[in-house]
Structure formats: C-alpha cells, structure tokens
C-alpha cells in the first residue's frame, strides 16, 4: 500500500514539475512580446522625438548642445505620450495614465537615450550630418537599433519583476468597449509602430540620397 501510495505521489509531483515547466515556457513567451511591444513603443517615441528636435533646433539656429538637449527632451515626451494613448483609450485620466508612464517607461527610454547618443557620437559626422545628409539617417537607423537592443532586456527585466510596463499592462483594454471621445485615440500595436519606424527611417534615407545626386 505504501508502494502504490508512494508510486501515485511520484507520478503526480512529476506532471506537476512538467506543467509548472510548461507554463514557465509560455509566460516566458508572454514576456518576450511584452518587453519588445514595451520596446518598439518607446523607440517610436524616441525617434519622433529626436528627429523633431534636430528640425527645430536647425530651423531656429540652436547650438549643437541646445539642439540635443531639445531632441532628448522631446523624445521623453513621445515616448510617454505613445504610452499613455492605450491607457488613456483603456479607461484611465490623464493624470493616472502620466503617473503611470513615467514609473513605466523612465528606465527604458532614459536607457535608449544613452545608448542612442553615444552611438552617434561615435559615427563620424553623423551628428553634424544634418536631416539632408544619408549619414544622418544611415547613423540614426544604427543607433536605433542599438537603443533597441540595449533597452529590450531591460524591459524583460522589469516586466519579469512586476516592474516597467507590468503596471500599465493590465490597464490596457481595462474597460470593455471603448466610447465617447476615447473611439478616436488611435491604437498602435507594436507591427505597426515597427513598421512605422522603419518606413520613416527609409524615406529618410531616400530623400538624403537623391538631394546628394541633385
């Protein structure tokens, strides 16, 4: 009786290590997508941010200083307002939703800046380049990519620890159907804003390329 009982305990914590294991395995997924949707938004903002402060600050004649001081500004800006959309659209003020973003998405977009600008620190010219300039965008899709990559395991570490933006997540969608004013905030989904990026990085680089030839 002891064998059987013995046996049956056995087989039953063996199904439970394997389910336990399963489930790891697919949270492990969950997270991945999490951190890089986490990721793409905050680059999207970065990049709009960043592009736009370099057309300000040239249109207007600002220092170099000056100009990514505004670039580095207004890409915080971006990166949280393209997080605050969803929990805006989910329910939430605008005041709880900037609380929210600013604990969510410091970290990761003060990471990309970092990263972002020493890159292009370290291509020559590509500071000085100018928006008309293929080493302007050549530069900037590098230095994109390695803000990426630097801030992705960031957020898969803040996420795996209820952290970053494991506080906005359960907030998306929070109230059912969307309506009133709430309809016309836009949803974004990560494919999308990658693609974004991409097209914009690209048409970029075409315009810069073809003003070089002319």
Same mark, same amino acid.
């Given at each position: ?6 046996s049956?305990?056995? /087989? /039953? ?17 969950? =997270?991945a997508s ?5 990721? *793409? /938004? ?11 402060? =370099?057309?300000?600050?040239?249109? #207007? ?12 500004? =207004?890409a915080?800006?971006?990166?949280? !307002? *393209?997080? +605050?959309?969803p929990?805006?659209? @989910?329910? =939430? +003020?605008?005041? !709880? ?10 970290? +990761? ?19 000085d380049a100018?928006?008309?300039? &293929? $080493?302007?965008?050549? @530069?900037? +899709?590098?230095? *994109? ?17 209820g952290?970053?933006?494991a506080?906005?997540?359960? /907030?998306?969608?929070?109230?059912? !159907? $969307? ?11 990560a494919? !999308?804003?990658a ?7 690209? @048409?970029?680089?075409? #315009? &810069?390329?073809?003003? @070089?030839?002319?």
């Amino acid at each position: 009786m002891n064998d059987a009982a013995t046996s049956a305990r056995t /087989h /039953h914590d063996a199904h439970g290590a394997h389910h336990a294991h399963g489930a790891d395995a697919g949270h492990g997924g969950g =997270l991945a997508s999490m951190a890089a949707s986490a990721t *793409l /938004h905050c680059l999207t903002g970065c990049a709009i941010g960043e592009i736009l402060g =370099l057309m300000i600050g040239t249109a #207007v004649g600002l220092a170099a200083g000056a100009t990514i001081a505004l670039s580095v500004a =207004l890409a915080f800006f971006f990166g949280y !307002a *393209l997080s +605050s959309l969803p929990l805006l659209r @989910g329910g =939430l +003020s605008l005041r !709880a939703a900037l609380a929210l973003v600013l604990a969510a998405d410091t970290v +990761s977009i003060l990471t990309m800046e970092v990263v972002d600008n020493l890159v292009m620190a370290v291509i020559p010219g590509a500071m000085d380049a100018g928006l008309v300039n &293929a $080493v302007f965008w050549v @530069g900037m +899709s590098i230095s *994109l990519v390695a803000a990426f990559a630097a801030a992705y395991p960031v957020n898969r570490w803040l996420l795996s620890r209820g952290k970053g933006h494991a506080l906005t997540h359960a /907030h998306h969608g929070a109230s059912g !159907a $969307v309506t009133g004013w709430r309809r016309f905030i836009p949803d974004l989904p990560a494919p !999308a804003l990658a693609a974004a990026i991409a097209a914009f990085m690209l @048409g970029g680089l075409v #315009v &810069a390329v073809a003003d @070089g030839l002319a």
